[in-house]
């Protein structure tokens, strides 16, 4: 199974290969009546495009497709001019006729095929004189791109071109300053010679600059130095005035760069006009590659992906997986290009947006500004800052919840009336609430002491007891234990009276 996918593409091609109306003026090509790009192929690539018919010789037949003046022109300033016009510039004959190579035009043509009067843009295949292929399409899929634009050209010229010709100058004055000092240091010699012109002196000590080095002469005359006059030092203002001029041409200064060492007193403000003016000039070149080569290939992107045949695509946009058809786009928005210059004059941007901002939020009571414009301000502070993600930071007013409609003031006053009775009414039960929750707890609480004292009672009724028990226990014991103790004296009195009773009868008796 065979699975066929359509595959956009960008290439880039050198200019020599371009080839455009005389007359036509502006880099934007997609009205020019006739553009063609010329492109080197071999006879396996033409296979693979779908000729089957071309041969070897037929290709090799369109090796000669000449340049176009201004072809020919920017080459002869790359000192390429001696390989314009060759017969093979690039390839080389070799027996195998797949690899034999050739000029395939690719040309959009303006014209009137099908007879209604009004010119239709076409696509031409040729080899030179042979045809391949004519079919219908919507627009030149061709952009071009110079940084300095020429008036009444479609080209233009490229920084190169324009200090070009003042690098070579430069070269120039600097070989003949050096070359003045060369002879400077060392002058050429003069040497005395006979009537034979037989030189006076030795030529190999001539040829010996060593320092101290000695010369064998016979004559005092024979050898004198042929003064060259030391001039090098006029050349330095020139090669300073040179440079001057590549500053001004290209706008791109020592003092803006950080090389000027006479910068150091300068004032900020004048570094700062420096700085402003090369970033001018390169916001300008970045600008045209924008307007007149990124705009157009975008917009061809489109053209293409809008002519049916595309599966949906699903790309991520705002944080949010979005699903879209290129069938059902249109072929054509409008476009509005921005320049982004990385972060050279990202303080400067920031100063501005926050001046606005602050316009912006004193503008808002007096109906002058709304807060969708608040929302762009700090939107383009975020980006400024070098944040992608907005909505991380703020929250656009379009996506936020919808407000409540505003009431007008003598019913927001009754509202509110309304309001301060219902609290006090939900107040009051509360209050009631938290009273009669008290209460509660607080005969929860007496009967709880209650039943607490009646259980202290009880236990205090029954140690009262014990200990009364308890007493009369040791009291009785006490008793007990004292009318044994007085049994027992009164038994002791007793014997003791008997015996002194018996002691005195015995005594009376003797």
């Not at 091609?13 to 553009?35: G, H, I, K, M, Q």
């Not at 002879?183 to 010699?189: A, D, H, I, K």
């Not at 090669?239 to 004032?267: A, K």
């Amino acid at each position: 199974m065979t699975e066929k996918k359509t595959v956009i593409k960008v290439e880039s091609f050198a200019p020599e290969d371009l080839l455009v109306a005389r007359d036509w003026t502006s880099p934007l090509l997609d009205e020019c009546p006739y553009v063609a790009r010329m492109m080197l192929v071999s006879l396996s690539d033409v296979k693979l495009m779908g000729f089957k018919d071309v041969t070897a010789m037929e290709l090799r037949a369109s090796d000669q497709s000449d340049y176009s003046a201004d072809a020919s022109f920017r080459l002869s300033k790359v000192n390429q001019a001696d390989a314009l016009f060759s017969e093979h510039r690039y390839d080389e004959q070799t027996d195998d006729d797949s690899m034999a190579e050739g000029w395939l035009r690719l040309e959009y043509i303006l014209a009137d095929v099908d007879g209604d009067g009004i010119a239709e843009r076409i696509c031409v295949y040729r080899l030179r004189d042979k045809i391949l292929k004519t079919e219908v399409c919507s627009h030149v899929p061709i952009a071009t791109f110079s940084p300095i634009l020429n008036t009444h050209r479609w080209d233009g010229m490229s920084m190169s071109d324009v200090v070009s010709d003042l690098q070579k100058l430069h070269t120039e004055l600097l070989r003949q300053t050096l070359n003045n000092l060369y002879l400077t240091n060392n002058p050429r010699t003069k040497v005395l010679t006979d009537a034979n012109w037989s030189p006076l002196a030795n030529i190999d000590d001539l040829l010996d600059s060593r320092a101290g080095g000695i010369i064998r002469q016979r004559d005092a005359n024979a050898v004198t130095e042929q003064v060259t006059p030391f001039s090098a030092g006029a050349s330095m203002p020139m090669l300073e005035y040179v440079e001057q001029m590549r500053e001004t041409r290209t706008g791109v200064s020592r003092t803006s760069q950080g090389l000027n060492p006479d910068s150091l007193n300068n004032t900020a403000t004048g570094r700062q006009i420096d700085a402003s003016a090369a970033a001018q000039r390169i916001e300008l070149i970045a600008r045209i590659a924008a307007e007149t080569l990124l705009k157009p290939i975008f917009r061809g992107i489109l053209k293409l992906l809008t002519e049916g045949g595309m599966e949906k695509l699903a790309f991520r946009l705002r944080d949010e997986f979005i699903e879209y058809d290129p069938n059902e786009w249109r072929d054509q928005y409008d476009m509005t290009v921005n320049v982004g210059l990385g972060t050279g004059d990202t303080q400067q941007k920031a100063q501005q947006l926050m001046m606005i901002l602050q316009m912006q939020q004193s503008g808002l009571a007096l109906g002058l500004a709304t807060p969708k414009h608040i929302y762009n301000a700090q939107a383009k502070l975020v980006e400024n800052a070098g944040f992608k993600d907005i909505q991380n930071f703020i929250q656009d007013p379009d996506k936020a919840p919808p407000q409540q409609p505003q009431v007008p003031l003598p019913l927001q006053i009754e509202q509110m009336k309304l309001q301060g009775a219902q609290q006090t009414e939900q107040l009051k039960a509360q209050l009631a609430d938290q009273l009669q929750q008290r209460e509660i707890q607080r005969d929860i609480q007496l009967e709880q002491n209650k039943q607490e004292m009646q259980a202290r009672d009880t236990m205090n009724t029954q140690l009262l007891e014990a200990e009364k028990a308890k007493l009369d226990a040791q009291i009785a014991q006490e008793k007990y234990n004292s009318d044994q103790m007085h049994s027992m004296q009164l038994e002791q009195i007793r014997l003791d009276s008997a015996r002194m009773i018996a002691e005195l009868k015995a005594a009376t008796d003797n």
